[in-house]
């Protein structure tokens, strides 16, 4: 489609600082399934495309990475935004994506369909980038896994009723499956293949997690306009 300056602004205001920045809070957020990172950079990315989203767009991607971007995206100028600062291609095929981008009022393709590595390359499996309509307010989902103290709780808005059964199967491939990224303004929180998510039982008070030094992601809206 056709582009614009203007659809090829809002990039990174210090491409090497900013990048190394997000990129710690990614890794971190990683290394510590359902912890809150918040992506203090500014930059403005073509809507629907959130800002914390097209963070890990502009510090992830680069020409070796192929990118799968919904049918929304594509039509809005994500992908010309995404080669403009990162030299990266577009794919139409999800099992050829290193990385996947999925806006907020997009239908979420089954995990399945993305390439889940092998059992020689398990690395070469897609990350998805998921826009959520909130980061609290959800089914509250307890996580347990490696980098996770006793469990952590999160109770993202707007993931696909079959979320669970999906994440079930993937999580059953380690160490191949996909990796998420669930994103909501400029807010993330990471979910790796190897951490485990089932739905809290409320019949139990749970405890006081701060009171265990678990992390907690709280009041987070998913607020698109980084001016707001």
Not at 62 to 79: M, S, Y
Not at 156 to 179: I, T
Request: glycine content about 10%.
């Amino acid at each position: 489609m056709p582009t614009s300056r203007t659809s090829l602004a809002g990039g990174f205001a210090d491409p090497v600082f900013d990048a190394q920045a997000v990129f710690r809070a990614i890794m971190d957020a990683m290394a510590h399934p359902g912890t809150l990172a918040v992506i203090g950079v500014k930059l403005q990315p073509p809507a629907p495309l959130g800002p914390a989203a097209g963070a890990v767009m502009l510090t992830l991607c680069d020409h070796d990475t192929p990118v799968w971007l919904t049918p929304g995206l594509v039509q809005a100028g994500a992908g010309s935004w995404l080669s403009f600062y990162c030299g990266a291609t577009l794919t139409d095929e999800k099992t050829e994506a290193a990385f996947a981008f999925i806006e907020r009022s997009a239908v979420m393709p089954p995990l399945s369909g993305f390439a889940a590595g092998s059992a020689d390359y398990p690395d070469r499996s897609t990350t998805l980038a998921v826009e959520v309509e909130a980061l609290e307010g959800g089914t509250p989902l307890r996580l347990t896994g490696p980098g996770i103290r006793d469990e952590a709780v999160i109770a993202p808005l707007g993931l696909p009723e079959l979320f669970l059964a999906q994440w079930s199967a993937n999580h059953a491939l380690f160490p191949r499956g996909v990796d998420l990224i669930l994103t909501c303004g400029t807010a993330l929180v990471a979910l790796p293949r190897t951490c485990r998510i089932e739905v809290l039982s409320m019949s139990v008070p749970p405890e006081n997690p701060t009171e265990k030094g678990e992390p907690v992601v709280g009041a987070t809206r998913c607020n698109n306009n980084p001016e707001a």
